[in-house]
């Protein structure tokens, strides 16, 4: 997996979330934690392990919401990062930070409430390993998204150093189903992929976002989406 390679780099995790999340891709870090919230709901008092947590972008607002959260990632550069972010928001004290492997979890069976993981699967070469690992540590919801094929991903994914693969819907059924986890909800957004929003100023981007609401709401959402996000149940 080249993933596991290209995020243990200093400079790729200092320019993570500014490459990323500025710009255009403000709208697009909003989104991703919008979809964290709905489906994980109230996660006050709620076990969390947060798969691949990366800069603990997900970590942290969960550990501000109340959750008690595990982030594991075995990139110690990204969770050196996540560990500075969590200070600067005065939650260090309520998170741990773990470096592992996602194929190996050092948990029991059932351990967690709730298991996700956010930009991970892209990066996954055995992606049922990853996914039976999370299903086999949570009692009951497990939570992923991936980048879909058949997007306008397409133009630019096979360019990307850290590798990327995309699923079809058929893809992402099998996997569940091998991962013997049952899909409880799913939602499809970005007809613009990450990419291209990143690149565009702010204002901009917030007026192609108007664009691609209106082809998602058109009917064509799960057809031309970049990214899925599943909710799944153990
Ligand atoms: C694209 S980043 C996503 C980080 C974070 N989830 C986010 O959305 O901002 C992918 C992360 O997966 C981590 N990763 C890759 N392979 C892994 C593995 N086998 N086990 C745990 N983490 C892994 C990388 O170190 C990196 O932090």
């Not at 200092?14 to 489906?39: H, N, P, T, V, W």
């Not at 947060?50 to 969770?79: K, P, Q, Y």
């Not at 990853?130 to 949570?138: D, G, H, K, Y």
């Not at 079809?168 to 291209?196: C, I, Q």
């Amino acid at each position: 997996m080249k993933g596991k390679e290209w995020y243990q780099a200093d400079e790729v995790a200092q320019e993570y979330d500014a490459k990323r999340f500025s710009k255009g891709g403000r709208l697009i870090d909003r989104r991703e934690k919008q979809a964290a919230l709905d489906a994980l709901g109230p996660v006050e008092g709620k076990d969390v392990l947060e798969i691949a947590c990366g800069t603990g972008r997900f970590t942290v607002m969960l550990a501000e919401r109340g959750a008690n959260i595990v982030g594991l990632d075995i990139s110690a550069a990204m969770l050196s990062q996540g560990r500075e972010k969590a200070r600067a928001a005065g939650v260090d004290d309520r998170i741990e930070f773990m470096r592992g492997d996602a194929a190996r979890l050092p948990f029991p069976d059932d351990h967690f409430d709730a298991v996700f993981a956010m930009r991970f699967f892209h990066l996954a070469d055995t992606p049922v390993k990853f996914l039976t690992e999370m299903a086999r540590v949570s009692n009951e919801q497990v939570f992923f998204d991936t980048f879909n094929d058949r997007s306008t991903r397409v133009l630019y994914n096979w360019l990307l150093p850290m590798g990327s693969r995309l699923y079809s819907r058929d893809d992402v059924t099998r996997l569940l189903s091998d991962s013997n986890l049952t899909l409880d909800d799913e939602a499809h957004d970005f007809v613009f992929p990450y990419g291209f929003y990143r690149k565009i100023p702010n204002d901009i981007a917030d007026e192609f976002r108007g664009l691609d609401r209106a082809i998602l709401d058109s009917g064509l959402g799960e057809k031309l989406a970049s990214v899925s996000y599943w909710d799944a149940r153990v």
